[in-house]
């Protein structure tokens, strides 16, 4: 049974730093690409970053590219995704996905197999 859990969320003011984490479990015999998307209230999910499989290319939504970061750990089932210089308009519920047998990034939502259960961000003013 697959299950991704993210971990690491919270309230930070405007500038600060968070840092997310997603354990991956279940998905160890395969490979699988990662993603992170957001949902803030009333809006669409949309994409914030994308990894691949071996870690070696990263990309990024718009809207937070060179200020977000995600990297993963193959070897502890663990990706991760550093945010900093945080804006209240990053306020959202972040969710990480796994796209099974993939080894590219993924930037639809739709292309996506699995999902965590999300963590509340909060960036305050």
């Known amino acids: 049974q697959v299950q991704l859990v993210e971990s690491g969320g919270g309230l930070v003011q405007a500038g600060g730093s968070l840092n997310i984490s997603c354990a991956a479990s279940?998905?160890?015999?395969?490979?699988?690409?990662m993603g992170w998307f957001r949902q803030a209230p009333g809006k669409v999910r949309e994409f914030v970053a994308g990894?691949?499989?071996?870690?070696?290319?990263?990309n990024y939504g718009d809207a937070v590219k060179g200020r977000f970061a995600t990297s993963r750990d193959n070897a502890k089932n663990t990706v991760l995704l550093q945010m900093n210089r945080l804006k209240p308009e990053d306020t959202a519920v972040y969710y990480c996905a796994a796209k099974k047998y993939y080894t590219g990034i993924a930037y639809d939502e739709r292309d996506y197999n699995y999902w965590g259960q999300g963590t509340q961000v909060t960036v305050s003013s």
């Open positions: 990894i691949t499989y071996s870690g070696s290319r990263t």
């Open positions: 279940g998905l160890t015999a395969s490979r699988y690409a």
